[in-house]
């Protein structure tokens, strides 16, 4: 082949790739190698989930080339996170990361997750996370098909609408979308609002359109999405947090060499520690550039803040149930050490 027209050849094989949407090119792999399809919903590069998942697959297909090929399908191209969980079980994608709120249909336990004002901060989330109970957590679903693999985390929620929030009763009547969580639910309920479950590729249209008027979100959500141009203002509540868990399906990743098996957990586990020592300063930046395109960011004084704690917490003891006393109470002890 010419050298020109080896060059076409290879941009178009990019291109393609691209168009696929994957961030491995899909030809990159190589006969033989064992394929893992890796599906996510946000960007790749300024989102801790989005540049943990591009790091995974940059190390594993360095370090185990000719055994294993990772392909990273972000921004939902693959599937949404309301599928992802049902495609793994049928063996279509091998590895995921949904948000904590969105195994509702495998366990119970993780509504623990979603309850508001369970965690002070990211730093009490990771001391729960990796405490015994933590981890215990991670093959909590494996009668359900589904191992745990790693915590990967996000960041602390904020609220946002169509209209100022100041006052929690400023959210009374209004439509909320929320992840497909019963807590989430309840939390809204208890404001007054009219939550709605919604897929986080459908948020920014359901905005701009007014099927719902408010959102709460990550700050890297926020930006990522750009839900912050079809709201007014972001208000800064930290009242709860949105973290991962790594999974893949039970059959398949019990089912791979040991060599295999063990090598990939070691890269992801170093992937985890780099990734969430940094997943606050990127929402600190995501929150940034929020306030940089020009969207208003409003912080609430401590009495105000009081206010939301007093009408949303209530809604734990609804959950208490099904989480069980032991791990709220490991939960809260996590904050304790603060
Ligand atoms: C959401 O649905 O809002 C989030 O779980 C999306 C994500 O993966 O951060």
Known sequence: MRKQDLALALSLAVATAFAAGSVQAQDACQDGEIVIKFSHVTNTDKHPKGIAATLLAKRVNEEMNGKVCLEVFPNSQLYNDDQVLEAMLAGDVQMAAPSLSKFEKFTK?????????????????????????????KDSMRR????????????????????????????????????????????????????????????????QTGVVDGQENTWSNIYGKKFFEVQDGITESNHGIIDYLVVASTEWWDGLPDGI?????TILDEVTETRNAESTRVNEEAKKAVIAAGSTVRTLTPEQR??????????????EGDIGAELMAGAQAANATN
């Not at 901060?121 to 990796?130: E, N």
């Not at 098996?261 to 957990?265: P, S, V």
């Not at 009081?306 to 959950?319: D, G, T």
């Open 261 to 265: 098996r063990t090598q990939l957990k």
């Open 306 to 319: 009081a206010k939301w704690v007093a009408v949303m917490k209530p809604v734990w003891s609804k959950f």
């Open 109 to 137: 336990k993780f509504r623990l997750f979603d309850l508001p004002f369970m965690f002070e901060d990211i730093a009490a989330v990771d001391r729960f996370q990796t405490s015994e109970l933590g981890e215990k957590l």
């Open 144 to 207: 359900r098909g589904l191992q745990g693999l790693a915590f990967w985390h996000n960041g602390m929620k904020q609220i946002s609408a169509n209209k100022p929030l100041i006052d929690p009763s400023d959210a009374a009547g209004l439509k909320f979308r929320v992840q497909p969580s019963d807590v989430l639910v309840a939390q809204m309920e208890a404001l007054g609002a009219n939550p709605q479950k919604m897929a986080f590729s459908e948020v920014y249209g359901a905005l």
